[in-house]
């Protein structure tokens, strides 16, 4: 009975162990966190989640700067009216390298920034994991997956987060299995 007992414990022990390792292995790969930011709270996040996750930081940065508030409010309109793709200043080179890619952004006019649609255009997502974050004065982040999942074309999309409150940075990190 004893024997059958500890039999019994090793075999639970082992299928643990093997689900534990399974889980890290899924979450395994190399990070990009790549974001953008106008006002800064986006990147502020960005910076966390590198931080959490030894991640790697991109800043999705217009080639054109974006005015002050109020003309950024109708230039960013007339973008999503337009179905623009604004130019983005620099590249990732090593694209290729990165297994997991966060993408930041702040909501804009209820959806993600056309830019940040640009960038994900500008690369092969496909077999790789894209985990969309983003800031806003209160509206939600499901309304911008849309165009995330377009844009990223072949990307598996991971549950995102809406980082108004930091704290809940760590715990959805965790949970996704890609926490330091
Ligand atoms: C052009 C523009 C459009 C915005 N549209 C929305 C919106 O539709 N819903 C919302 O909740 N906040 C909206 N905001 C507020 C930003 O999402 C919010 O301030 C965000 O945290 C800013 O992030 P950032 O500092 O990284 O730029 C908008 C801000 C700007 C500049």
Known sequence: MKRIFLLCTVIFAAAVCSFGFNARAEASGKILVAYFSYQGHTAKVAREIAAQTGGDLFEIKPATPYPGYAE????????????????????????????????????????????????????????????????????????????????????????GLLANDASEIAPWLSNLGYAK
């Open 72 to 159: 950024c409010l109708d230039m960013a309109k007339a973008e999503k009216n337009n179905n623009a793709r604004p130019a983005i200043d620099g590249r990732v080179e090593n694209m290729a390298d990165y297994d997991v890619v966060f993408v930041g952004y702040p909501i804009w006019w209820y959806d993600a920034p056309m830019i940040v649609r640009t960038f994900l255009e500008g690369y092969d997502f496909s077999g790789k994991k894209v985990i969309p974050f983003a800031t806003s004065g209160g509206s939600p982040l499901e309304e911008s997956i849309d165009s995330v999942t377009t844009s990223a074309a072949g990307a598996t999309i991971q549950e």
